[in-house]
């Protein structure tokens, strides 16, 4: 039982998972910093608010009073959400693939030319011009 958990841990798979959320979390202390810093304010301005905390819509409830919807929190997730993938992707998912695809190239693999398979269509008359072969009597055509 120990040996297959000292395999599955000496997996690269777990070890860059690994350095994926540590360098993760690292990333979003600074993309949080730079939406807090920087684009909260300018959609505040755009909102006229001081923060986008305080963008909220006041709708009247039953008892008389209002409900606060907090529709400034919601847009700040998901610039967050946007801002850290953009990150994301474009400092490792991409520089990643490009790297993938020179070492393909250098060591000439490319991808494997797909077969030419026939059409439906030619199967199906394939499969016609057999039977009519095997049978002892075909009608003409």
Same mark, same amino acid.
């Given at each position: ?7 599955? +841990? ?12 540590? +360098? ?11 939406v ?6 300018? +959609? ?15 709708? /009247? ?5 209002t409900?606060d ?25 991409? /520089?990643m ?6 070492q ?5 693999i ?12 030619e199967?199906?008359?394939? +499969?016609?011009?057999?039977?009519d ?6 009608p003409?055509?």
């Amino acid at each position: 039982m120990i040996k297959g958990f000292k395999e599955f +841990i000496l997996r690269g798979n777990v070890i860059d998972l690994a350095v994926a959320v540590v +360098i993760g979390a690292a990333f979003t202390g600074i993309v949080n910093a730079i939406v807090t810093g920087l684009i909260n304010p300018l +959609i505040a301005l755009i909102f006229q608010a001081d923060s986008l905390n305080d963008i909220v819509i006041a709708v /009247p409830n039953i008892r008389g009073g209002t409900t606060d919807f907090a529709i400034g929190l919601i847009i700040g997730a998901i610039i967050n959400f946007i801002a850290v993938a953009v990150v994301v992707y474009f400092v490792f998912v991409y /520089p990643m693939n490009r790297l993938k695809e020179r070492q393909e190239a250098r060591r000439g693999i490319g991808e494997p030319e797909e077969a030419s398979l026939p059409t439906e269509q030619e199967l199906l008359i394939q +499969i016609r011009d057999l039977l009519d072969r095997q049978s002892p009597a075909s009608p003409p055509r």
